[in-house]
């Protein structure tokens, strides 16, 4: 089992830029999280996917945040324009049942100059 | 909100000591999560813990949830270096929205 993917590991850019954001679930798993952590507000969740489809996205901070899942074994979170205040660890996970346990990625350290 | 939150913020021990973190949270729960993160990496879940259930044991960890005070605590036994990280807690709702929801976190730091 290959685990949740996430690319890039890190990304650092300049403010105003469009930013993407990739997750490749476990294989099999029907939701999909993104998420994102700041010592500030601590583990927040964006957005999530139920079977490629989005379910609640109340907690995207603005319109400059969009997510997308094409199909089963990929997603992004894209920010455009990028701000400094959206520097934040950001994570993606999945599970096969939206109350058990969520198999987590490594995150994408984003840092926005 | 059915955040978990957890208690201490930090906490700094020795090697071969018993470690011991709490949860409290809100509203009623289908079940409760422990996550561990180690730096710079993802959340590791750790334990699962039904409603319905007292106690759990996975190895050095046990867990407890008491449902009448709305708590869980998580205790390591025999705590190692490596076991320096951060727990959280995740509290799944029984009403609404089934989602685990996460609290803040305590840091735990394990001196050789």
């Known amino acids: 089992d290959a685990g949740v993917i996430q690319s890039p590991r890190h990304e650092v850019t300049e403010m105003g830029q469009e930013v993407t954001l990739r997750c490749k679930p476990i294989s099999g798993h029907d939701y999909l999280f993104w998420y994102r952590q700041t010592m500030m507000r601590g583990l927040e969740l964006l957005i999530y996917f139920n079977n490629n489809v989005p379910i609640d996205d109340s907690g995207m901070p603005e319109d400059r945040f969009s997510a997308k899942m094409p199909n089963a074994s990929f997603s992004t979170l894209k920010i455009q324009p990028s701000e400094p205040r959206d520097s934040a660890v950001y994570f993606c996970a999945s599970t096969g049942n939206r109350d058990q346990p969520q198999h987590f990625g490594d995150g994408t350290r984003l840092s926005i100059l | 909100s059915q955040q978990g939150e957890e208690d201490p913020q930090a906490l700094s021990i020795q090697e071969g000591e018993n470690a011991t973190m709490n949860c409290s949270y809100k509203?009623?729960?289908?079940?409760l999560q422990w996550y561990r993160q180690n730096s710079g990496r993802g959340l590791v879940h750790l334990i699962l813990?039904?409603?319905?259930?007292r106690e759990k044991h996975s190895g050095r960890l046990r867990v407890t949830l008491d449902t009448s005070k709305k708590s869980s605590s998580l205790l390591i036994t025999a705590s190692r270096a490596a076991d320096t990280a951060s727990y959280f807690c995740?509290?799944?709702?029984?009403?609404?929205?089934?989602?685990?929801?996460f609290g803040r976190g305590t840091s735990l730091i394990v001196h050789p």
């Open positions: 509203t009623s729960i289908n079940n």
């Open positions: 995740a509290t799944g709702g029984m009403v609404g929205s089934y989602i685990p929801t």
């Open positions: 813990i039904r409603s319905n259930e």
